[in-house]
């Protein structure tokens, strides 16, 4: 019987997060997903902290997969295809730098596939303007309240009432 690899962790911010899991949800490979806070000095804070723009966290989506399934190339290329990098702290009617475009690499091997990305992107030409994403060190990540985990899953786009 073959090995299985173990599994890995990603994290990206592209938006609200409730958009951003629901596309990392959907790809074959990934095991499971959290919506939450990363990059801020705040300790544990709360969706209300994060939106004060104050904390400096960005809403952000722990994806976990197996690479024996998705490569974090094919993660890399969900995240550029989902939002707009080249918007700085807005992402559609969402602005702040809760929004930003950022991933947080975990490993030396995803800080390199995901600067790898952006350069090819950047040379691609696909974008009239600069590509504004941050590409920095995971740190800890807080774990969202539990009513926006799987939101739009369980509540459909502007059917909830979240405060």
């Known amino acids: ?18 958009g951003v899991e629901e596309a990392f949800r959907r790809v074959p490979g990934v095991v ?5 806070y990363m990059g801020g000095t705040m300790e544990n804070p709360t969706y209300r902290d994060v939106c004060t723009d104050r904390t400096g966290h960005a809403e952000v989506v ?3 997969y197996d ?3 998705v490569s974090y190339d094919d993660l890399l290329n969900v995240f550029w295809n ?8 807005r992402q559609g009617p969402d602005t702040g730098t809760q929004y930003r475009s950022v991933i947080f690499y975990h490993t030396p091997e995803q800080e390199t596939a ?13 974008f009239r303007h600069r590509i504004v994403t941050e590409i920095v060190p995971a740190s800890t990540f807080w774990r ?9 899953e369980r509540c459909g ?4 009432k979240i405060w």
Request: include cysteine; charge should be negative; aromatic fraction near 8%.
């Open 82 to 89: 989902i939002h707009d990098p080249t918007s700085l702290d």
């Open 114 to 126: 995901a600067c790898t990305s952006k350069e090819r992107l950047e040379r691609s030409g696909r």
């Open 67 to 69: 690479p024996a399934r």
């Open 144 to 152: 969202a309240e539990e009513y926006h985990q799987r939101y739009l």
């Open 62 to 64: 722990e994806v976990v």
């Open 1 to 18: 019987m073959a090995e299985t690899a173990e599994l890995q962790k990603a994290t990206f911010g592209a938006g609200c997060f409730w």
């Open 32 to 36: 499971s997903t959290s919506v939450g």
């Open 157 to 160: 786009r502007g059917h909830c």
